[in-house]
């Protein structure tokens, strides 16, 4: 399954980074990865589904004297995060491609932070993902995960229209609130939050947003039919002249906690 959804996140990677470049100030999903990642400086971090490095160069500028770990299963996907990385000179950032997580030579309870941002939902194996991160953490570390939520608006536009309207299709395991719990029970991992929020992406036009959810989702319609089928499935609300689309996400916390 990760080899085959490295070949489709090859397939929309010069799209999606397009979309991004275009509406730098589109997306505020990060805000609340960062608040709970709450970065000292100092740590180890590892992310994974890191994507063309839209959270990556952010913690990156985070981390004065610690290390980064950014892996994807997407080898073009990846060249754009390798891209702003060198652009930005930083030197403590480590890219990694694998076919999954599991397959990363690292040792046990040598990472502080592992994050996995918008990509959890691609997993086949989210259990096993939790199980590993908790092996990697050190006592006391943290596990943020950060994706849309299932039984959403959002989770209905991606199964509906997306899927069909995208070369390589789009198959997902979207985020609950129980699922988010037993993930962490499963893992041995304490709960710190889990909590449902809706996310605005926020645009100066109609017509932004059609272009930017067509480039981001790599569709094959026009920017016109998207807009209009995102304001079918998650509507858009015009407020002091800005144009916004609300995305349900949910953000979970969790640490490693010695005996729990």
Request: aromatic residues 12%; hydrophobic residues 40%; proline residues 2%.
């Amino acid at each position: 399954m990760e080899e085959f959804m490295g070949k489709r996140f090859d397939l929309i990677a010069s799209s999606y980074e397009k979309a991004l470049k275009l509406y730098p100030e589109a997306r505020t999903d990060v805000e609340e990865i960062l608040e709970l990642l709450n970065i000292r400086g100092n740590e180890t971090i590892l992310e994974t589904t890191c994507g063309t490095g839209y959270l990556t160069e952010k913690i990156a500028r985070l981390l004065k004297s610690g290390r980064l770990i950014a892996h994807d299963v997407s080898s073009a996907m990846l060249s754009f995060a390798e891209l702003k990385i060198k652009d930005a000179g930083f030197k403590n950032v480590d890219i990694r491609r694998a076919d999954d997580i599991f397959s990363l030579q690292l040792e046990d309870c040598s990472i502080d932070k592992f994050v996995c941002f918008g990509g959890f939902h691609h997993l086949e194996e989210p259990v096993r993902m939790f199980k590993t991160a908790s092996r990697l953490l050190k006592i006391g570390g943290i596990l943020v995960v950060g994706d849309f939520a299932d039984n959403s608006l959002v989770q209905k536009y991606f199964d509906e229209k997306v899927h069909y309207l995208s070369d390589g299709g789009h198959s997902g395991l979207f985020l609950s609130e129980s699922q988010m719990l037993n993930f962490g029970r499963f893992a041995d991992l304490e709960v710190i939050s889990i909590e449902r929020k809706r996310v605005p992406f926020i645009f100066s036009s109609i017509k932004d947003i059609g272009f930017f959810y067509q480039l981001v989702h790599f569709l094959n319609q026009n920017p016109e039919e998207t807009a209009d089928d995102i304001g079918q499935y998650m509507g858009v609300i015009e407020e002091s002249g800005k144009f916004i689309v609300p995305m349900d996400y949910i953000y979970a916390k969790y640490q490693k906690v010695a005996g729990f």
